[in-house]
Structure formats: structure tokens, C-alpha cells
């Protein structure tokens, strides 16, 4: 069964630093597209960012946020600072097993994190 745990969410005050992690149990990790995805209260699911081949970034956290993985131990890390209280979200990780141009739409994505809840104070 195909599990993606995300971890390293928290409250912070605006201007600091957190790094989200999710841990994904896929045989063929470094073949999936992954993504970070936010969703505010009352909002809908907001694309914060992708890799396969390249990193994508939404305008709202290009500079400040920064996506990786490390296939070898099938995670991916979301690095965010200068956060601001608009960050406020919960995070998803996500995966696509066939990798999608499309990579910002949520319903592209096969297989979806329980989501870790991020807070930015002013």
C-alpha cells in the first residue's frame, strides 16, 4: 500500500525558517513526480511546488521556498523561509506515477500525504 508521510510542521513566527519532510513507501521513488501542495481554511488546494525532471515553483514561494529529494531514501524535503503568515496552510505531499505536465492541478496526483499543519505568526 502506497503511503506518503509528511512530518516537520509547526508554528513559527513570520521570517522564520521550517523544512517539511515526506517519507514515501513507493518501490520505484526516483520514477514518481512528487509535489507540495498547501490548502487554507475556507481555500481550495493551493500547488506550492513539483520535481521530476525539473523543480517547479508557484509565484507565491518562488525565493523563498525550496523543494529537493533524495531517492535513496525515497523523501522529499520542502525548505521554506521567510515565511509570513499567508503560509499558514496545511502541507500535502503528493506523487504522480507517470509524471504529468499538468503539474500543478491536485487531481493529476495518484496518491496523497494525511497533510502536516504549518503556522506563521505575526
Known amino acids: 500500500q502506497v503511503q506518503l508521510v509528511e512530518s516537520g510542521g509547526g508554528l513559527v513566527q513570520a521570517g522564520g525558517s521550517l523544512r517539511l519532510s515526506c517519507v514515501a513507501s513507493?518501490?520505484?521513488?526516483?520514477?514518481?513526480?512528487m509535489a507540495w501542495f498547501r490548502q487554507a481554511p475556507g481555500k481550495e488546494r493551493e500547488f506550492v511546488a513539483a520535481?521530476?525532471?525539473?523543480?517547479y515553483y508557484s509565484e507565491t514561494v518562488k525565493g523563498r521556498f525550496t523543494m529537493s529529494r533524495d531517492n535513496a531514501k525515497s523523501t522529499v524535503y520542502l525548505q521554506m523561509n521567510s515565511l509570513k503568515p499567508e503560509d499558514t496552510a496545511v502541507y500535502y505531499c503528493?506523487?504522480?506515477?507517470?509524471?504529468?505536465?499538468?503539474?500543478?492541478?491536485?487531481?493529476?496526483?495518484?496518491?496523497w500525504g494525511q497533510g502536516t499543519q504549518v503556522t506563521v505568526s505575526s
Open positions: 513507493l518501490r520505484t521513488f526516483s520514477s514518481y513526480q
Open positions: 520535481i521530476s525532471w525539473s523543480i
Open positions: 503528493a506523487a504522480d506515477s507517470g509524471g504529468t505536465i499538468y503539474y500543478a492541478r491536485p487531481d493529476k496526483y495518484d496518491c
